[in-house]
């Protein structure tokens, strides 16, 4: 939501944005290192904070009534070391499916799908 792209980031924004932070939170240590984020997120479970945040989506929506959902698949692509003590990596691959609500701009759902499946039936249920 801050534009991070890694745990480095999120403290580096937390940093810059600590008056305004201060708003909202009790930041008497300061901003928390990266380390701790890595260590937090680590220990969330996906599917609890799915859930939430799709609940959280949901409670905040306008209806309207009209509404054009788009549905959109996207590969994303990333490397992963082998193990621990090997250079050498392979390329993962990772097809998503979206369905976004134009008017409300949200993302009501995403859900990991197989490659070349067909992407409406992916995603329904999830909406």
């Known amino acids: 939501m801050s534009g991070a792209d890694g ?3 999120i403290e580096r924004y937390g940093v810059i944005r600590k008056r305004w932070l201060c708003k909202f939170l009790d930041l008497a240590e ?3 290192k990266h380390d701790v984020y890595w260590r937090v997120f680590g220990a969330i479970k ?4 799915e859930s939430c945040f799709m609940n959280w989506v949901r409670d905040i929506k306008q209806d309207i009534k009209w509404e ?3 549905i959109d698949g996207k590969t994303l692509r990333w490397m992963a070391t082998k193990s621990r003590f090997k250079a050498r990596t392979e390329v993962q691959l990772i097809h998503l499916v979206s369905a976004w609500a134009t008017e409300n701009r949200l993302v009501f759902a995403q859900v990991q799908a197989e490659e070349k499946s067909n992407e409406i039936k992916a995603i329904q249920g999830r909406i």
């Open 46 to 49: 996906s599917e609890l904070l």
């Open 68 to 70: 054009v959902i788009a």
């Open 7 to 9: 745990w480095e980031s």
């Open 30 to 32: 300061e901003i928390p």
